[in-house]
């Protein structure tokens, strides 16, 4: 019985190519017939030669402030050279911030929480006379 086992059974064996590190990956889509897509050409690039800033508290909340001036008309939208008032954009921006102060309290730093204090005043104090 044990060699009727062993005669009617069949043999697997894997055929399949392997690659050290990415060539791997990039070989296996080419045989499934896959382009290489967005996330993969991102991967490709190192964070240093995008040249972003680092991400951070102070970045985020920065960011975020310079959305809102941009929605206040400060500076020119880069596609259509145009500058456009946008209060209730602003006002969103400045309620995303207010939230984050929010969510945030008591687990930021000196430096980060004066930096959001600071922001929000200032934005407060724009929209008050933007509106007004």
Known sequence: MAEEKKDSGFVIKDKRFFA???????????????????????????????????????????????????????????ASGKTQKNLPAAKQTIDILNMLNEKTKGNLDEQENSLIQGVLYELKIRYVKENG
């Open 20 to 78: 050290d590190g990415d060539e791997a990956a990039e070989t296996e889509k080419a045989s499934a017939g896959e382009k290489p897509g967005i996330a993969d050409n991102l991967s490709e690039q190192s964070s240093e030669s995008l040249n972003y800033p680092p991400i951070s508290f102070t970045n985020f909340v920065l960011s975020l402030s310079t959305s809102a001036l941009f929605h206040f008309g400060d500076f020119p939208d880069p």
